[in-house]
């Protein structure tokens, strides 16, 4: 590298350390005021459902609010719900392709029989 590529890429070092010194200065720093910093799937969780949703009963479109559930693993459990008959516990949704125990934990909240 030039030294003026190594100039510019100081400069440009040096304004990212002075915009983290800045926001820690004046106390807007998570650190600081201990505001926890939401990701974007945090936000879409928490605005997906404000009720519980009854798996015996719930469509494709109630299903597919849930997180992490798209449209084909709602058709899986609608298959499975027609096939089996009525969900007998919550948990027998780990034995539909593409529920594992994560997305399981992520639903279950949201989920009655």
């Known amino acids: 590298m030039t030294v003026q590529k190594w100039k510019l890429v100081l400069i440009g070092v040096g304004l990212v350390l002075a915009g983290f010194m800045l926001g820690?200065?004046?106390?807007?720093?998570?650190?600081?005021?201990?505001?926890?910093?939401?990701?974007?799937?945090?936000?879409?969780?928490?605005?997906?459902?404000?009720?519980?949703?009854?798996?015996?009963t719930?469509?494709?479109?109630?299903?597919?609010?849930l997180p992490q559930i798209?449209?084909?693993?709602?058709?899986?459990?609608?298959?499975?719900?027609?096939?089996?008959?009525?969900?007998?516990?919550?948990?027998?949704?780990?034995g539909i392709k593409g529920i594992g125990d994560k997305i399981y934990e992520r639903i279950a909240p949201y989920l009655t029989l």
């Open 24 to 56: 820690y200065l004046t106390g807007n720093s998570p650190a600081i005021t201990g505001k926890r910093i939401l990701s974007v799937s945090d936000v879409q969780e928490s605005s997906v459902l404000q009720e519980t949703i009854s798996l015996n």
């Open 70 to 94: 798209g449209e084909k693993t709602a058709q899986r459990i609608l298959d499975y719900r027609e096939a089996k008959g009525k969900f007998q516990s919550l948990e027998d949704l780990k």
């Open 58 to 65: 719930a469509t494709k479109d109630d299903l597919m609010r």
